[in-house]
Nanobody, 124 residues
């Protein structure tokens, strides 16, 4: 059974940085499309970044140039480095995964496995 466990969330002032981690178990990690999503109160869950098995990456326009998604296959861990954080980045952040390539995947229904989330709060 696939398990995703996020960590690294917290509270930070605007302009600060955080690194989220997602520990992955239960499948052949390197052959999956992995992503980070976020959900702010009262808003729909939205994609932030995705990384393919060939390490090609995609980003939401709102985080391009500030966030970096990466993975360490040896540690079975997915990361999201978040720099220059803004108050509008405040949300619950979720790790997601599904088998196959990332091409055409950018929405919640495209991912079958989810973590429990980690809270990120950015104050002005």
């Amino acid at each position: 059974q696939v398990q995703l466990v996020e960590s690294g969330g917290g509270s930070v002032q605007a302009g600060g940085s955080l690194r989220l981690s997602c520990a992955v178990s239960g499948y052949t990690y390197s052959s999956y499309c992995m992503g980070w999503f976020r959900q702010a109160p009262g808003k729909e869950r939205e994609a932030v970044a995705a990384i393919d098995s060939d390490v090609s990456t995609s980003y939401a326009d709102s985080v391009k140039g500030r966030f970096t998604i990466s993975k360490d296959n040896g540690k079975n861990t997915l990361y999201l480095q978040m720099n220059s954080l803004k108050p509008e980045d405040t949300a619950m952040y979720y790790c997601a995964a599904d088998s196959g390539r990332c091409v055409g995947r950018w929405n919640v229904p495209d991912f079958g496995s989810w973590g429990q989330g980690t809270q990120v709060t950015v104050s002005s």
